[in-house]
């Protein structure tokens, strides 16, 4: 079984420019999940979907930060435009639905992004 | 709120003894607690979880935890620790409200020398 796909795997970009990654969670996860993390700490998560429906997008910074997940499967996340402090890794990750009980999520290999 | 607090940024071990990598929580009601494994360039990796039921928890790769309710600790432990398991480790709890969200620590890198 594959595991959460995400791309691409690094970005690097200058500072003002607009940037998106791509995620594909695992066949049948209704939820999926993406998550912050910055250098030497856990990840933080930035918001997470039942389906198509952004449940929780409280810690996402929506001046520039946007995300979609239109199908109920694959998801995008973008930031427009780009600075200096974003430069972090990004995750996605995914797990069964709620209706499935509390479930571990799967994380994908995340995107390095380096903002100049 | 919830958070979980690993109080080691690193933790250092000989090959083939044991190894403890510590975390305490705090949360409102009845914890749900994980742990993660992160290696270089890659996604976090599950390892263990602790919902309910016994308090000593086995998990992938010989890891197990164990959850003290008094302490409010859930050390991930393995009798003996192998190179090839230096990485980062992270502890996690669930979101109080009961919403499906996990809150991690700051992790411990665990190096194993040979």
């Known amino acids: 079984e594959a595991g959460v796909v995400q791309s691409p795997r690094y970005k690097i970009i200058e500072k003002k420019q607009p940037v998106a990654f791509w995620c594909n969670p695992i066949?049948?996860?209704?939820?999926l999940y993406w998550y912050l993390q910055n250098l030497g700490q856990g990840p933080e998560l930035l918001i997470r979907?039942?389906?198509?429906?952004?449940?929780?997008d409280s810690q996402l910074p929506k001046d520039r930060f946007s995300a979609e997940r239109l199908k109920g499967v694959d998801s995008t996340l973008k930031i427009q435009p780009a600075e200096l402090g974003d430069s972090a890794v990004y995750l996605c990750?995914?797990?069964?639905?709620?209706?499935?009980?509390?479930?571990?999520?799967?994380f994908g290999p995340g995107t390095r992004l380096t903002v100049l | 709120a919830q958070s979980v607090a690993q109080p080691e940024d690193q933790v250092n071990v000989a090959e083939g003894n044991p190894l403890t990598v510590k975390c305490t929580y705090s949360?409102?009601?009845?914890?749900?607690l994980f742990w993660y494994v992160q290696y270089p360039n890659r996604g976090l990796q599950f390892l263990l979880k602790?919902?309910?039921?016994?308090?000593l928890v086995k998990g992938s790769y010989g890891f197990e935890a164990e959850f003290n309710k008094s302490q409010t600790s859930f050390h991930l432990k393995k009798p003996s620790a192998l190179v090839s398991d230096s990485a980062l480790y992270f502890c996690?709890?669930?979101?109080?409200?009961?919403?499906?969200?996990?809150?991690f620590g700051t992790g411990t890198r665990l190096t194993v020398i040979p």
């Open positions: 949360v409102s009601g009845n914890p749900y």
């Open positions: 979907y039942e389906n198509e429906e952004a449940v929780d």
């Open positions: 066949s049948g996860h209704n939820t």
């Open positions: 990750a995914s797990s069964l639905g709620p209706d499935r009980g509390f479930n571990e999520q799967f």
């Open positions: 602790y919902i309910t039921g016994d308090n």
């Open positions: 996690a709890v669930r979101d109080e409200t009961g919403a499906n969200n996990l809150f």
